[in-house]
């Protein structure tokens, strides 16, 4: 028999009662202190590696009746443009994403996997942004890369990629958080690199350091250059330059 852990309020931890929006039940959800929370390195997609505790482990709220799922705060109270029926029909599909989770005791691992995944099912019912779904994939890709799962990390990176283009290029006011345009226009390129797409990595590095209508704050200036420079010698990059000279003949 394995014994459950209640939830407990620690020196990092603390439990918020929260209502869910959609069937009103009352649970009771772990949040982490932010002022509280270790950075030992940042990556160049912005992810974070951190001393003890994982904040993205308490990211989303997921209600345990229903399993309807969002960031903490004021965005798990809005409920969108969820249909009640539909949503109905797919919780077979949500408690298969959940693998009978109990949300009511402390995050885990696979719970904040389950939290994500449960989250972007919700974030299509409630016809949410790409640019939102994008965030929910980004934030999978890097709690794999937090233990070492690279095929994993790998596919939701290039789930992120797909998703934050399609915001980038057809929604008129994306939603990318705290992200300027010319953060995310590092953030693509990034991306594009790390799924292996050097030739429009390089392109949108080049537009972030080269564009002077893009607003851009000097650290992500500095990071597209640092990573333009470190794909020069690729043959991508070599036959972008190629090109380029050709151009200008």
């Given at each position: 028999?394995?014994?459950?852990?209640?939830?407990?309020?620690?020196?990092?931890?603390?439990?918020?009662?929260?209502?869910?929006?959609?069937?009103?039940?009352?649970?009771?959800?772990?949040?982490?202190?932010?002022?509280?929370?270790?950075?030992?390195?940042?990556?160049?997609?912005?992810?974070?590696?951190?001393?003890?505790?994982?904040?993205?482990?308490?990211?989303?709220?997921?209600?345990?009746?229903?399993?309807?799922?969002?960031?903490?705060?004021?965005?798990?109270?809005?409920?969108?443009?969820?249909?009640?029926?539909?949503?109905?029909?797919?919780?077979?599909?949500?408690?298969?994403?959940?693998?009978?989770?109990?949300?009511?005791?402390?995050?885990?691992?696979?719970?904040?996997?389950?939290?994500?995944?449960?989250?972007?099912?919700?974030?299509?019912?409630?016809?949410?942004?790409?640019?939102?779904?994008?965030?929910?994939?980004?934030?999978?890709?890097w709690l794999y890369r937090s233990i070492k799962k690279r095929q994993q990390e790998k596919k939701y990176l290039q789930y992120t990629l797909d998703y934050y283009l399609k915001a980038y290029e057809n929604?008129?006011?994306?939603?990318?958080?705290?992200?300027?345009?010319?953060?995310?226009?590092?953030?693509?390129?990034?991306?594009?690199?790390?799924?292996?797409?050097?030739?429009?990595?390089?392109?949108?590095?080049?537009?972030?350091?080269?564009?002077?209508?893009?607003?851009?704050?000097?650290?992500?200036?500095?990071?597209?250059?640092?990573?333009?420079?470190?794909?020069?010698?690729?043959?991508?990059?070599?036959?972008?330059?190629?090109?380029?000279?050709?151009?200008?003949?």
């Amino acid at each position: 028999i394995i014994a459950c852990m209640a939830m407990q309020q620690t020196e990092q931890i603390w439990l918020k009662k929260v209502e869910c929006p959609l069937c009103y039940e009352e649970f009771q959800t772990e949040n982490i202190w932010q002022g509280k929370v270790s950075v030992l390195e940042e990556y160049p997609d912005l992810g974070k590696r951190y001393q003890g505790t994982n904040p993205l482990y308490y990211s989303v709220w997921v209600c345990p009746s229903c399993y309807y799922a969002d960031f903490r705060g004021d965005e798990f109270q809005t409920t969108g443009k969820i249909v009640d029926e539909a949503f109905e029909e797919d919780f077979e599909i949500l408690s298969m994403v959940a693998e009978n989770a109990d949300f009511r005791q402390p995050r885990t691992f696979a719970l904040a996997v389950a939290s994500y995944k449960l989250a972007i099912l919700v974030a299509k019912h409630k016809k949410s942004s790409n640019a939102r779904i994008g965030t929910f994939n980004l934030r999978l890709a890097w709690l794999y890369r937090s233990i070492k799962k690279r095929q994993q990390e790998k596919k939701y990176l290039q789930y992120t990629l797909d998703y934050y283009l399609k915001a980038y290029e057809n929604e008129d006011e994306p939603d990318f958080g705290n992200l300027s345009e010319g953060g995310i226009t590092y953030l693509l390129g990034e991306l594009y690199r790390q799924t292996g797409n050097m030739r429009q990595a390089v392109e949108f590095f080049q537009k972030v350091v080269n564009d002077k209508e893009l607003d851009t704050e000097p650290k992500y200036i500095k990071l597209a250059r640092f990573q333009w420079e470190s794909l020069k010698d690729t043959p991508a990059a070599e036959n972008d330059q190629e090109d380029e000279k050709g151009n200008d003949s």
